[in-house]
């Protein structure tokens, strides 16, 4: 059959990182599920030297060193702590055709005003620091971060100042976007984009933008945010000068944005940040234990995945775990992950080991390329199949999908308050980091570590793991909950002369016509479940209120969440909505019953009040099956929902058309039973169209558990 997609609809990543590359994909293939197949290895060359291309090694490490003649600090800033900056943007040169800026020219001329800078901030002691730059700091929002960065440039642990510019990027980047929005109204999604604008132009001048650029704002320059975050500088490849020049900067940055902000009389406001939870969809594995760590510590230095250049990267990673500083942990990890998994995927696709370079005139390779279901030229790329399921399931869930953690974004764009980031996240992380790690030791030495009962449950669970954050992992969530909430409803008595009201009230003829419809379907629905799911023998002796205990069973089956095509993804939305729809309505359900209960045992309901109420209490005898019943129909077809790839384009139209149809149902129930509109009166009447549609929907075999049962 001609499918009608093979387009890929893979989910948001980090934007940054779409700044040097975009994503290839495909439908999805089922790889293997074992994240560590029994023998399945590879060699990992760990010759490396540098992760940076020659011209881009040669633009950090050397072109600013050039210019040997020192720079006077009084030139570049007053004692009071005033940022010179023309002395600064001076530097900053066109090309000699000018049509742009010339990038190397200007590290040259910056160089020695970086040298001097840095001297200049060693020599401060913490106390003439704070009276000199905090108060040009405070724009940032973070300005607690900047005496952190100053110890860690004490310290000469290179690092510590690898993590500090980290922080002081993705600061610095939240921080412009905050200002951005004073004269904009869409905030760019990239750093480049967001130093190119016209709103900060505006608001700093066209010269000192320029001198951004250089140091965080074209992969033609520095490019000190890109190639850190990305994991290609080794910890001796950055220059600390670059990071005390940052800090400069920033607070520079400050006192020009006091002066703006005076002339146009307003405030910036700041964005909220993003607070991550140690949610139970996020913990998969267990804690982080000491004998745990005491394994990590023991594999980093036996395992090749870990580059020697980047090793302490990995073991300040641990530094700061140890010191409760999990988000600084975390920053390292994924920095590491990716320096990590491109080696792997250079070697398993034989790229060429320029894909394990940072370029200044080609593309990177970043998690985009690393975790894409083909390579740029259309062949398969060997790492989902290399890893397996698993590894690329969590890699997803804690990385890409739209509605999971996302943690290296967040993190990389200054989303995150970094005091109170998570430990569970972090654990997660360093669980992950040692199963991974321990594929890429050797295997008499692996196998003495995985006999400690530690290692033991973490792979375990790691070959477990599937998807959370994937659409279809978020709707069996969801159809779960609302089976829960709608188990328990309150069924709350009332007096004897209310329940011969409530019969007289009821309309039995279009009640009864709806359970007949009901069980009807059910039972079609029921031939339609796989065998080795099936709960009960048959329905015939099961009470209609016992149903739902069909939906755990059915939610445990396993759907393929890789590289879902197009279609697929807008069929689950669909889905999703329905599903959203019916928790709804259940919400509102339980929430009117109570009240007006209540109201109907304190005597305060009007005679019109209390007939609605009745009609209320005879709607939700009719509604509990009914939604029950489309939570089970959504389930079924989620099963199937790869099917939907074997359509042709014309069933493919019919099926979403039905599918609306009974989203369009449940968004009316969503209106029929809200306080405002109080329509009970008209549930049942609804409630029937929307079965006939269904069954006439089964009869035409125009739902995917029908497609699934035919010969491709």
Same mark, same amino acid.
């Given at each position: 059959m001609e499918d009608i997609c093979t387009n890929p609809c893979c989910s948001g990543q980090d934007p940054e990182i779409r700044e040097n590359h975009g994503?290839?994909?495909?439908? @999805?293939?089922?790889?293997?599920?074992?994240?560590?197949?029994?023998?399945?290895?590879?060699?990992?060359?760990?010759?490396?030297?540098?992760?940076?291309?020659?011209?881009?090694?040669?633009?950090?490490?050397?072109?600013?060193?050039?210019?040997?003649?020192?720079?006077?600090?009084?030139?570049?800033?007053?004692?009071?702590?005033?940022?010179?900056?023309?002395?600064?943007?001076? !530097?900053?040169?066109?090309?000699?055709?000018?049509?742009?800026?010339?990038?190397?020219?200007?590290?040259?001329?910056?160089?020695?005003?970086?040298?001097?800078?840095?001297?200049?901030?060693?020599?401060?002691?913490?106390?003439?620091?704070?009276?000199?730059?905090?108060?040009?700091?405070?724009?940032?929002?973070?300005?607690?971060?900047?005496?952190?960065?100053?110890?860690?440039?004490?310290?000469?642990?290179? @690092?510590a100042v690898s993590?500090?510019?980290?922080?002081?990027?993705?600061? *610095?980047?939240?921080?412009?976007?905050?200002?951005? *929005?004073?004269?904009?109204?869409? !905030?760019?999604?990239?750093?480049?984009?967001?130093?190119?604008?016209?709103?900060?132009?505006?608001?700093?001048?066209?010269?000192?933008?320029?001198?951004?650029? %250089?140091?965080?704002?074209?992969?033609?320059?520095?490019?000190?945010?890109?190639?850190?975050?990305?994991?290609?500088?080794? @910890?001796?490849?950055?220059?600390?000068?670059?990071?005390?020049?940052?800090?400069?900067?920033?607070?520079?940055?400050?006192?020009?944005?006091?002066?703006?902000?005076?002339?146009?009389?307003?405030?910036?406001?700041?964005? @909220?940040?993003?607070?991550?939870?140690?949610?139970?969809?996020?913990?998969?594995?267990?804690?982080?234990?000491?004998?745990?760590?005491?394994?990590?510590?023991?594999?980093?230095?036996?395992?090749?995945?870990?580059?020697?250049?980047?090793?302490?990267?990995?073991?300040?990673?641990?530094?700061?775990?140890?010191?409760?500083?999990?988000?600084?942990?975390?920053?390292?990890? *994924?920095?590491?992950?990716?320096?990590?998994?491109?080696?792997?995927?250079?070697? %398993?696709?034989?790229?060429?080991?320029?894909?394990?370079?940072?370029?200044?005139?080609?593309?990177?390779?970043?998690?985009?390329?690393?975790?894409?279901k083909h390579l740029n030229d259309g062949e398969i790329n060997q790492l989902p199949l290399f890893l397996g399921e698993p590894a690329m399931e969590f890699l997803w869930d804690f990385l890409n999908h739209q509605e999971g953690p996302r943690v290296r974004d967040h993190l990389s764009h200054g989303e995150i308050n970094l005091a109170e980031f998570p430990k569970g996240i972090t654990d997660q992380l360093l669980a992950f980091s040692i199963v991974l790690l321990l594929r890429f030791v050797d295997e008499d030495l692996a196998s003495v570590f995985k006999r400690r009962g530690a290692i033991q449950s973490l792979d375990r669970v790691a070959d477990g793991y599937s998807a959370r954050f994937h659409p279809a992992a978020l709707l069996r969530r969801q159809v779960l909950s609302c089976e829960k909430s709608i188990r328990v409803w309150p069924r709350l008595p009332l007096p004897e002369e209310a329940e011969t009201e409530a019969a007289r009230l009821e309309d039995d003829s279009e009640t009864n016509a709806c359970n007949s419809l009901i069980v009807k379907i059910m039972y079609e629905l029921y031939q339609h479940f796989p065998e080795s799911h099936c709960v009960f023998s048959d329905l015939d002796n099961l009470p209609i209120g016992k149903w739902p205990r069909l939906l755990p069973e059915l939610c445990s089956i396993r759907v393929p969440t890789l590289y879902c095509p197009r279609a697929v993804l807008e069929v689950l939305a669909v889905l999703r909505s329905i599903s959203s729809c019916c928790a709804h309505v259940s919400l509102q359900v339980a929430a009117s019953l109570e009240r007006r209960h209540r109201q109907w045992v304190e005597r305060t309901l009007r005679s019109r009040q209390r007939q609605n109420f009745l009609r209320m209490r005879s709607s939700v005898k009719l509604l509990s099956p009914v939604l029950s019943l489309i939570l089970l129909l959504v389930v079924l077809e989620s099963v199937n929902v790869h099917v939907v790839c074997r359509s042709h384009a014309r069933a493919y139209q019919q099926y979403l058309k039905f599918l609306k149809s009974v989203l369009q149902y449940a968004e009316n129930l969503v209106v029929y039973t809200s306080q405002a509109k109080n329509r009970w009166g008209g549930t049942a009447r609804l409630t029937r169209a929307a079965l006939l549609r269904i069954w006439a929907a089964s009869e035409k075999k125009q739902m995917l558990i029908h497609w699934a049962r035919q010969p491709r």
């Open positions: 994503a290839g994909g495909c439908t @999805p293939t089922h790889t293997s599920r074992r994240l560590l197949p029994v023998g399945e290895q590879i060699f990992l060359e760990d010759c490396v030297t540098t992760c940076l291309s020659p011209s881009v090694h040669d633009m950090i490490c050397k072109l600013g060193f050039e210019v040997r003649e020192g720079r006077d600090i009084d030139s570049i800033v007053t004692r009071n702590g005033d940022v010179c900056w023309k002395s600064i943007t001076d !530097c900053v040169i066109d090309t000699k055709s000018a049509q742009g800026l010339d990038y190397p020219g200007s590290v040259r001329l910056l160089g020695p005003v970086c040298e001097a800078v840095h001297g200049h901030l060693s020599s401060l002691t913490k106390e003439q620091f704070e009276i000199q730059y905090a108060p040009w700091l405070q724009w940032t929002r973070s300005p607690e971060l900047f005496p952190e960065i100053l110890d860690a440039l004490a310290s000469l642990q290179p @690092p993590l500090g510019l980290m922080k002081l990027t993705s600061c *610095l980047e939240r921080a412009l976007g905050d200002v951005f *929005l004073l004269v904009g109204k869409e !905030c760019p999604f990239l750093l480049r984009d967001l130093l190119a604008s016209q709103e900060l132009t505006h608001v700093f001048g066209p010269p000192v933008m320029n001198v951004l650029k %250089v140091f965080v704002g074209s992969p033609c320059g520095l490019n000190l945010r890109n190639v850190l975050w990305h994991g290609f500088a080794s @910890p001796q490849e950055v220059p600390p000068k670059y990071c005390s020049m940052m800090v400069l900067l920033t607070a520079g940055l400050g006192q020009l944005l006091k002066n703006f902000l005076q002339q146009a009389e307003c405030t910036v406001a700041h964005r @909220p940040l993003i607070t991550l939870t140690d949610s139970e969809d996020l913990i998969v594995f267990p804690d982080v234990t000491s004998e745990v760590l005491s394994v990590l510590e023991e594999v980093m230095k036996k395992s090749t995945f870990i580059l020697r250049i980047m090793l302490p990267y990995w073991e300040f990673a641990l530094i700061k775990y140890k010191s409760h500083r999990f988000a600084e942990c975390t920053m390292l990890l *994924l920095m590491q992950l990716e320096t990590g998994l491109r080696n792997v995927f250079a070697t %398993v696709n034989k790229c060429p080991k320029r894909l394990l370079t940072a370029e200044s005139t080609a593309l990177y390779t970043t998690f985009d390329e690393i975790l894409a």
